[in-house]
């Protein structure tokens, strides 16, 4: 069932105890790392080349894959994203799994970063372009 199915069925509900116990199947809680575990198979790649391709720490990843960190920012994942070689397409979804907003082009920091998909740069090449426009970068070191 897709989540506007969902959701519509929900809005039928009076008691939201009957929802969630009739559609307990229907949840996707581990959506993210499954789909971090079908790109890093997709890609012919394990999580500690990940890392390294992404610019993030391998304990980070790892727990990434564990399910130890359960919301990354919004940064991290499009680090990932570049690690993975992910599209535009594939990215969203990583972004919208793990509960952050889509990229959008009417932001010029995301217009830059859906142009560096596109071409198929890397997290370094994202960065030298977002500097050239004073934009914040997405390999912040202290962070990872």
């Not at 581990?30 to 990940?50: C, I, P, S, V, Y």
């Not at 390294?52 to 727990?63: A, I, K, N, R, W």
Request: some cysteine.
């Amino acid at each position: 069932m897709t989540t506007i199915e969902l959701t519509n069925k929900l809005k039928e509900y009076d008691n939201i105890d009957d929802f969630m116990q009739e559609n307990a199947n229907e949840f996707d809680e581990d959506g993210f790392r499954r789909f971090l575990d079908e790109m890093l198979q997709r890609k012919g790649l394990n999580a500690t080349k990940l890392a390294t391709e992404s610019g993030v720490s391998v304990p980070y990843t790892l727990d990434l894959f564990k399910g130890r960190k359960h919301r990354p920012r919004k940064d991290m994942l499009i680090r990932l994203a570049f690690g993975l070689s992910l599209n535009l397409s594939e990215t969203n979804r990583l972004l919208t799994l793990g509960g952050v907003s889509e990229l959008r082009s009417k932001l010029r920091r995301e217009s830059i970063i859906i142009f560096c998909l596109d071409k198929g740069y890397d997290v370094e090449k994202v960065d030298e372009l977002l500097a050239q426009y004073n934009l914040e970068v997405i390999l912040d070191k202290d962070k990872a």
